[in-house]
């Protein structure tokens, strides 16, 4: 993401490249990057979490603890094979991708498949809506996730 002021609220403006910014940010391993991109009130939903995973984090601040706590356990490496498809509101996008992370303690790589709703506001990100597969994640439960 450009330094630039204007280019930022471009991209803030532009619900594909929002999403994109926000995979960026993610891939810093950096909360307040991550927070930065979100609105005050933003919410990060998980519907399909497995239990013990929590199905909404919401607030920028909260967000940002769940992702520093998230941090710890386990790494983004790439995020690939990122498709966005606009909705008939020009503040939503739906979006697909691939992740490698690792799993801090054991050093493992795993692979997951995302469909996500991103929708934008004028202040930032305010909703980011993820599906991904929780058997994947469930094998994992006990090293990966914040709650």
Do not use: Q
């Not at 930065?36 to 940002?64: K, M, Y």
Request: aromatic share 10%; net charge negative.
């Amino acid at each position: 993401m450009s330094t630039s002021t204007d280019t930022a609220d471009d991209t803030m403006k532009d619900p594909a490249a929002a999403v994109r910014a926000f995979l960026d940010a993610l891939l810093t391993c950096d909360p307040a990057a991550v927070g930065s991109l979100l609105a005050p009130d933003a919410a990060i939903e998980f519907p399909f979490a497995p239990e013990g995973a929590p199905e909404r984090v919401a607030g920028r601040d909260t967000i940002e603890e769940y992702f520093a706590k998230t941090y710890a356990a386990k790494t983004p490496i790439a995020f690939t094979d990122i498709t966005t498809r606009p909705f008939a509101d020009p503040d939503e996008v739906f979006c697909e991708f691939k992740s490698e992370m690792e799993v801090n303690e054991t050093g493992r790589r795993y692979h997951n498949r995302y469909c996500a709703i991103t929708r934008v506001g004028p202040d930032g990100i305010e909703l980011f809506r993820e599906w991904y597969d929780p058997a994947v994640d469930g094998e994992l439960r006990t090293t990966t996730h914040a709650a």
